[in-house]
């Protein structure tokens, strides 16, 4: 039986999916690198869940860029947290030290 992860790939070794991950981001080092080819030359599983990292990888590369306006959006959600960060931040100051201006 073959357990599959939330994006339908099938469930490789757990101590391989986060190599495999930052192996196709370019992140990994040498060593995590030997580590990655070595395995998935021999493990069907994680050479399918490797496969199938690269497929969505080419989706998203080939999502439409944002539509017209999105701009609008981003800088609106900019001002919005901007706000949001400026009102937790405390409004009083700390009591001065006596012998300080």
């Not at 790939?9 to 991950?21: C, D, G, R, T």
């Not at 599983?45 to 969505?56: H, I, T, V």
Request: proline share 11%; hydrophobic share 30%; charged share 25%.
């Amino acid at each position: 039986m073959i357990t599959r992860t939330r994006t339908g790939l099938p469930e490789p070794h757990p101590e391989m999916a986060p190599l495999i991950s930052s192996y196709q981001d370019g992140l990994a080092t040498s060593d995590e690198v030997d580590i990655v080819e070595r395995h998935v030359l021999e493990c069907e599983l994680c050479r399918s869940f490797y496969g199938g990292l690269q497929e969505f990888r080419e989706l998203i590369a080939n999502l439409p860029s944002p539509p017209p306006g999105s701009e609008r959006i981003e800088s609106t959600y900019q001002a919005v947290m901007n706000r949001t960060v400026r009102s937790v931040q405390p409004r009083w100051k700390p009591p001065r030290r006596k012998g300080t201006k």
